[in-house]
């Protein structure tokens, strides 16, 4: 992912060529692919992670000049190219792939932590305070309200009885509170903004994780009883969740020691010791049970506030971002439904529109209680929009609790996300932009050198 | 065992591999051939202590097809220059007859020992044995002589050339990988093609890949940018390759070679990609060591034979070399070792050809670097002391050290 703002404007000349390496690389995968259709082992995924990333930067490159969001390239390439369009990438490739998500998560989550620097914090706790509890309790209480509503279009609620179908309700509310941290670091990383509207959005969101995380326990052990009458209200979950919380941000703590040492005494073959953390470290985490964003954050933010090693954290992750995050999204596009998303559209625009709107009010009604600067009253709704991964691991949280409702209900949910995981991107950027905060962060952060001077 | 402890293994190793290749470490340390890492991969693998297992290998082939292919791409970037200068045309003539002498040698021993020997492959499955066996044994890696420069302070005429043998010679099995893979092409029965149209193809897709690099990273060439456009386009090229059964290592070394031919920034390109030579390899030389699977005894001798041509092409080479230079006649044993190169060519061959045909060439890649790296950095370095290109340092005579202050 590269750095518009850094990089030098494109020329025709660059754009047509741009433009004919991409179609280029297209039709050579869909040669290889229609010739040699049948593939075993993992070569499969390895031309696809090649091709993705070289169709990726090729089209951020391209939309960059209609104004897009890099980001909605690399969705766009991966959807294109995925199993439901011209399947150069087929369903067990995009299978095989996806552990670089795992990776994805781990530096965009440190990348996260980095970013929050306390002083930030501090300075807009009001606003952030605000908007958080607004934000929750609004949207949480109107989505579950517009879900119950909307109720008698959605199949797999019919069966439902009252206190069934508010359990359901407020299991969906509550994924609608929930924010996309990747959206939003990445298009910071695209853009490089600075001001009010950059400075809320990444404290509000990176928040927002932990923020969601816990109401997702809380609602569970709510809405349990409701959905399944067999089963009683306890606070296991709860118990289970503090156990969650706290381990992953003493984990988190050490990690950010180490990582700071590491940067302090050494410095160096940083890519190695991130890969090594996504991968390894996540699987560790996995095992104990603890939330590795909440980890990763918790590194980040104690590198950043804690020692002075957090700048050189940010280049290292930005410089390894630059070629993970561009995978991740194309995978994202490749997952993404096409079919499912066809038959399933008409709600999941009324769902996702009626959470723009009711995230909307919410942030002009919490600008207004925390008295907001006019920038942020206007655009602040602009990052909460976008949708993504954690919104889809919530899901299959929910169809683990639930395998009876499972199914439809995240058929349902990847559906909206998908609209907001598109939409969302170019609303902030456009905010970005009408701001007038685009690029104007100091260059001195992750700005990249040509290869003379490296 | 689980995949995700021997990742982190190999990660370990790649760091390991990378501290190595630094400025503040010791230059030349450990064994030139680096096989101690393959013998590393044997214990650890399915035959040994089968810590990795068959089906972590298999897990892991396509990182060990990246880590050797991303080796390709550094040779190719790097072919005909030997640090910072050209290496001379005669010397690449030289490296190319060392390469090609040894490859001839070693696939007509095995050829003709497989009419002999009962029980051995016939047919298509002779021919790429021979022919595997002769591109696994054709080089002399080229850090046993950096070895001698670094560790022994080689410095001279002799060393210089035999550093741009060492460079040359890696085209000759590329090229013999190519017509081998040709010959058993991998596409379905619908895409028939003469085996010349699929070396042509492997030749071609490489160095048009390289082409596209550089047309892609362009004037402006930001570091970040490279970076992707590098991994991109030799993973993209690394998976077509695979998956039409032509061979990787080939279309990687091509896309290399043209990119540092096409690229107005050759120089800043191999000196952001060579430094990554080594952190790769190290992994890699663990997974091939791992996928190394010895044959049923009666086959064990065509490895023997294939050793022996070995040694007997690179003693003639040697001979042939040392008489005009007034060096050693025995100067071709310091030719000997083999490494990264080799377990790669014979990796390659194991995942291409399951079977007695791979196993054979891994095995005898194997065995080869061993032999080597016992014999060829010892003889190297007494050629080149003979040659008076390594000063030993004097013994400090009793009397002298007797002196008052000749401590200092």
Redesign the interface.
């Known amino acids: 992912m ?1 750095g518009a703002a850094h ?2 404007p494109k020329t025709l000349r ?1 754009q047509a ?1 741009g433009l004919f ?1 991409l179609a ?2 297209f039709a ?2 869909f040669v ?1 692919t229609r ?5 075993d ?11 993705l ?2 169709a990726g ?2 089209a951020s490159e391209l939309v960059e000049g209609i104004g897009l969001p890099h980001l909605s390239a690399y969705i766009a390439v991966g959807v294109i190219a995925g199993p439901h369009a011209l399947n150069l990438i087929d369903h067990a490739v995009v299978d095989r792939i996806s552990p670089v998500n795992t990776l994805a998560l781990a530096l965009i989550a440190l990348a996260g932590g980095a970013e929050l620097k306390l002083d930030l914090v501090l300075r807009g706790l009001k606003s952030l305070a605000w908007a958080t509890l607004v934000q929750s309790a609004v949207v949480l209480t109107l989505m579950t309200v517009t879900f119950v509503a909307l109720s008698r279009y959605i199949p797999f609620t019919h069966g439902l009885g009252h206190a069934g179908l508010l359990g359901v309700a407020l299991l969906w509310a509550t994924l609608a509170v929930s924010r996309s941290p990747s959206a939003c670091l990445g298009i910071l990383a695209q853009l490089r903004p600075r001001g009010p509207l950059t400075d809320f959005s990444l404290t509000f969101v990176m928040t927002s994780d932990v923020v969601v995380v816990v109401l997702m326990a809380g609602v569970l052990a709510i809405t349990k009883p409701l959905i399944d009458p067999g089963a009683a209200f306890s606070l296991r979950a709860l118990g289970d969740l503090g156990h969650e919380l706290l381990g992953s941000v003493a984990l988190g703590t050490t990690l950010g020691l180490v990582l700071a040492g590491y940067l302090r005494a050494v410095g ?2 940083l890519v ?2 991130f ?2 953390l996504g ?2 470290l996540s ?1 560790l985490l996995h095992y104990l049970r603890f939330e590795p964003l909440l980890t990763f954050l918790t590194a980040g933010f104690l590198v950043q506030n804690l020692t002075n090693q957090g700048q050189k954290l940010l280049v290292a992750i ?2 390894t971002g ?2 993970v995050y ?1 995978i991740f999204f194309a995978t994202a596009g490749a997952h993404l439904d096409v079919p499912l998303l066809r038959s399933l559209w008409p709600m999941a625009l009324a769902l996702s529109t009626t959470r723009a709107l009711y995230s909307w009010g919410a942030a002009r009604l919490a600008s207004r209680l925390a008295q907001d600067p006019p920038v942020l009253r206007t655009w602040a709704v602009a990052s909460l929009v976008s949708q993504a991964g954690l919104t889809l691991g919530l899901t299959v949280l929910i169809e683990r609790e639930f395998p009876g409702l499972g199914g439809p209900f995240r058929a349902l949910a990847t559906a909206t996300v998908a609209l907001n995981e598109v939409a969302g991107p170019i609303l902030f950027k456009l905010a970005l932009d009408r701001t007038g905060e685009t690029g104007q962060a100091p260059s001195g952060r992750a700005s ?5 001077s ?1 | 065992m689980k995949a995700i402890f021997v990742l982190v293994g190999l990660l370990v190793l790649s760091y390991a591999g990378s501290l190595f290749s630094g400025r503040r470490t010791i230059h030349g340390a450990g064994l030139p051939s680096s096989v101690e890492y393959a013998v590393l991969g044997f214990v650890l693998g399915p035959h040994m202590l089968g810590i990795i297992g068959r089906d972590l290998i298999t897990t892991f082939e396509p990182v060990a097809q990246i880590a050797v292919g991303w080796l390709a791409l550094v040779i190719g970037l790097d072919f005909g220059r030997n640090a910072d200068s050209r290496v001379a045309y005669k010397n690449m003539a030289l490296g190319l007859v060392n390469g090609a002498l040894t490859g001839v040698v070693v696939g007509g021993a095995v050829w003709l020992a497989c009419r002999r020997l009962p029980g051995a492959p016939t047919g298509v499955e002779r021919v790429l044995l021979a022919g595997g066996l002769g591109a696994a044994c054709s080089e002399t890696t080229r850090h046993a002589i950096r070895w001698a420069m670094e560790r022994h302070g080689a410095k001279g005429k002799l060393t210089s050339a035999l550093a741009d043998f060492a460079h040359a010679d890696d085209v000759v099995p590329l090229l013999g990988m190519a017509v081998l893979f040709s010959i058993a092409p991998g596409a379905p029965a619908s895409v028939r093609l003469p085996a010349a149209v699929w070396v042509a193809i492997t030749i071609g897709l490489g160095t048009l890949l390289g082409a596209l690099t550089t047309l892609h990273i362009g004037r402006e060439a930001r570091v970040d940018h490279t970076w992707g456009v590098m991994f991109g386009t030799s993973m993209l090229g690394l998976g077509i390759a695979a998956r039409a059964g032509l061979s990787l290592l080939t279309v990687l070394f091509f896309m290399g070679w043209s990119t540092a031919v096409f690229s107005r920034h050759r120089a800043p390109l191999r000196a952001m990609v060579v430094p990554v030579e080594r952190p790769v390899l190290l992994p890699a030389l663990v997974l091939a060591g791992a996928h190394v699977d010895f044959p049923a005894p009666r086959l064990l001798l065509i490895i023997a034979v294939a050793v022996t041509a070995r040694i007997l092409a690179k003693l003639a080479f040697g001979a042939m070399i040392a008489l005009p230079a007034h060096a050693s006649p025995w100067l071709g044993t310091g030719l000997l070792s083999s490494g990264a190169f080799s377990m790669s060519v014979g990796l390659i061959f194991a995942i291409r050809f399951p079977g007695p045909v791979g196993d054979l060439v891994l095995a005898s890649a194997f065995v080869t670097c061993i032999v080597g790296e016992a014999v060829g950095p010892l003889a190297l370095r007494r050629a080149l002391v003979l040659a008076g290109e390594i000063v030993e340092p004097a013994v400090p005579s009793e009397s002298a050290a007797s002196q008052p202050g000749s401590a200092s």
């Open positions: 590269s990089a030098a660059t060529i390496l280029f690389f050579l995968l290889t010739a040699i259709p049948h593939v082992g993992g070569v499969g995924a390895v031309a696809a992670v090649g091709f990333l070289l930067t090729l160096r073959n190695v010791v890969l090594a991968f390894g699987e930005e410089e630059s070629v561009v990249t050198p040509d290869l003379s490296a």
